[in-house]
């Protein structure tokens, strides 16, 4: 098993920017898949951007070139940095873990709000 927990939601104006973390319980490098999934209001969650054990990125078309996806194994910890925010990045964003056994795991999610 794997806990999650993120951290570095907030509220912020659009073009601004926020760094989100998620903490994992066990050493991500035995993660195959880590990720970050946002569900706004009424719509359905969406992959927003993930990271394999080995470095490989990928991302959601609405935020390349904005946002980065990164893990620190040392800390256990994956970061989603966030730049040039807009009113329509405003969602609960969720961590996920995907397990070499092929287990799925999410954390309880983080507020990001942008508006002016």
């Known amino acids: 098993q794997v806990q999650l927990v993120e951290s570095g939601g907030g509220l912020v104006q659009p073009g601004g920017s926020l760094r989100l973390s998620c903490a994992a319980s066990?050493?991500?490098?035995?993660?195959?898949?880590m990720g970050w999934y946002r569900q706004a209001p009424g719509k359905e969650r969406e992959l927003v951007a993930r990271?394999?054990?080995?470095?490989?990125?990928n991302y959601a078309d609405s935020v390349k070139g904005r946002f980065t996806i990164s893990r620190d194994n040392a800390k256990n910890t994956v970061y989603l940095q966030m730049n040039s925010l807009k009113p329509e990045d405003t969602a609960v964003y969720y961590c996920n873990a995907v397990l070499r056994t092929l287990n799925v795991y999410w954390g309880q999610g983080t507020q990001v709000t942008v508006s002016s």
């Open positions: 066990r050493n991500i490098f035995s993660i195959n898949v």
């Open positions: 990271i394999t054990s080995v470095g490989g990125t």
